[in-house]
């Protein structure tokens, strides 16, 4: 949709624009807490078939032609986008945001953009702050808008995917302890009777958030942005918005129920019955509401640390937890735990069956050694997730550390810098959940992981590329 507006650009101006927007978004501390704004970016390789008959709008929005006539602008921005990434900020570290999404097509998925595409991995070895979107599974649609967190809008609400994935959102979501689910349940009969309860509440407090979004709106007159008219509409369309059921601990209520985790195939099974469950209530809720529920993979940054460490008081040596003392979490979600001793393929074939059943949100964590480097190995392995799985949102996350002294960029977990020597200022960088962060290690780093989460990163797993 930007591309009408980079017509008689030169390549240079379309960099140094995309420059300026990546640098501004990196520095603009306006967020709550001096944060900088979470953003996201969608790129497309290609002007999409579905878009390509479509009116184009440039500057002004006049009417430009279709978008069609803007495949070269589409390619150039895709590229700035990348070099710039891959160029790094001045020190050399990554550019935390925007996160940077690509959408994967069939169309595009040819030798004409794979040079293009390259260059994608290029990035994606070099830091593992790229994200895919994997648009060619069965069930997909034409559009499918992520965020860097995982939450996602599909046209698979009116079928219209101006009205369902433009100006609208994931409006709340509450998000289900599974475990203490399993840890209350006698039998798995039991399991879907907590279920509803749990439900239930999920329901009555998401209806309470979408009626104080409503104030929000029309009343106390707070958001005159999204207010703005468009059309004789309002920009922002919250009847097109999504009220979520997200859930965390998956695999530890396997384990409770079962004494297997969702490895285990007859536990698996078990689990996607109950989130087959979840979205029926959600379907139910369409119905009885006219509003649009989904389901979704919560990122539970801090949930799954509170979850845990709530439960572990409550519940004492019941409580199936991952981690080690004060330290302890559940595991993302559907999602493999992260010290699996599972293959990367066999990990994909476990929660590619996941991923239908979480509409509203969800991603594939593939966690790289410091031997996957090279680019045409990542590209192989996505054609292959692209081509031959239901994984619809993924990334290849690398863990980096930067010496705050003398600023040397390393792969892995480094607690000593191998330039200078320093130990106390070498910080480290990965995905929490959904995007890339600063650990908080070194000791003049602002923020940081809460202690599960650095527990879950020092457990996770990594691939290698042999």
């Given at each position: 949709f930007v591309a009408p507006f980079a017509?008689?650009?030169?390549?240079?101006?379309?960099?140094?624009?995309?420059?300026?927007?990546?640098?501004?978004?990196?520095?603009?501390?306006?967020?709550?807490?001096?944060?900088?704004?979470f953003t996201s970016m969608a790129l497309e390789f290609g002007v999409p078939d579905f878009l390509k008959e479509e009116t184009a709008y440039g500057p002004k929005g006049q009417?430009?032609?279709?978008?069609?006539?803007?495949?070269e602008e589409t390619r150039l921005i895709q590229r700035a986008f990348t070099e710039t990434l891959l160029d790094g900020d001045n020190e050399g570290k990554p550019h935390l945001f925007p996160n940077t999404i690509y959408t994967l097509r069939e169309e595009t998925m040819t030798s004409e953009y794979e040079e293009d595409i390259r260059l994608?991995?290029?990035?994606?070895?070099?830091?593992?702050?790229?994200?895919?979107?994997?648009?060619?599974?069965?069930?997909?649609?034409?559009?499918?808008?992520?965020?860097?967190?995982?939450?996602?809008?599909?046209?698979?609400?009116?079928?219209?995917?101006?009205?369902?994935?433009l100006r609208t959102g994931n409006l709340a979501y509450v998000t289900l302890n599974l475990p203490r689910i399993g840890y209350q349940s006698k039998d798995e009969s039991q399991v879907f009777e907590y279920l509803d309860e749990y439900m239930d509440l999920a329901t009555e407090t998401l209806m309470l958030r979408r009626e104080q979004g409503l104030k929000c709106l029309n009343d106390f007159h707070i958001l005159p942005f999204l207010k703005q008219k468009v059309a004789e509409d309002s920009y922002y369309r919250i009847q097109n918005s999504t009220l979520s059921f997200g859930f965390v601990g998956l695999n530890e209520m396997l384990l409770s129920l079962f004494g297997e985790g969702i490895e285990n195939p007859d536990a698996n099974k078990f689990g996607i019955k109950c989130l087959e469950y979840i979205n029926e209530r959600a379907n139910q809720l369409k119905e009885e509401t006219g509003l649009r529920w989904s389901v979704l993979q919560t990122p539970a940054e801090s949930t799954a640390y509170r979850f845990a460490t709530l439960d572990k008081k409550q519940f004492g040596d019941q409580a199936i937890v991952q981690g080690d003392g004060n330290a302890n979490y559940y595991t993302n979600s559907s999602h493999v735990p992260v010290d699996t001793s599972a293959s990367?393929?066999?990990?994909?074939?476990?929660?590619?069956?996941?991923?239908p059943l979480t509409p509203g949100g969800h991603i594939f964590?593939?966690?790289?050694?410091?031997?996957?480097?090279?680019?045409?190995?990542l590209m192989s392995l996505t054609n292959k997730i692209a081509r031959k799985s239901n994984i619809g949102f993924w990334a290849y996350s690398s863990a980096l550390s930067f010496c705050l002294k003398c600023k040397t960029l390393m792969k892995g977990l480094n607690h000593v810098c191998p330039t200078c020597g320093e130990s106390e200022d070498v910080e480290w960088y990965d995905r929490i959940t959904g995007y890339v962060q600063q650990v908080g290690r070194a000791k003049s780093a602002s923020g940081g992981w809460n202690p599960g989460k650095r527990q879950e990163l020092i457990d996770r797993r990594r691939f290698e590329d042999n």
């Open positions: 017509r008689g650009r030169s390549y240079e101006e379309i960099k140094q624009s995309v420059q300026m927007l990546i640098y501004n978004l990196n520095m603009a501390y306006a967020a709550r807490g001096s944060q900088v704004p009417v430009v032609g279709t978008y069609a006539d803007f495949e994608v991995h290029e990035l994606s070895a070099k830091y593992g702050s790229s994200y895919f979107v994997n648009m060619l599974a069965d069930y997909r649609g034409d559009m499918a808008n992520y965020m860097g967190c995982r939450t996602c809008l599909q046209d698979n609400w009116t079928g219209d995917w101006d009205q369902d994935c990367l393929i066999e990990k994909i074939k476990i929660e590619e069956q996941y991923h964590h593939a966690f790289m050694g410091e031997s996957y480097s090279d680019p045409d190995s």
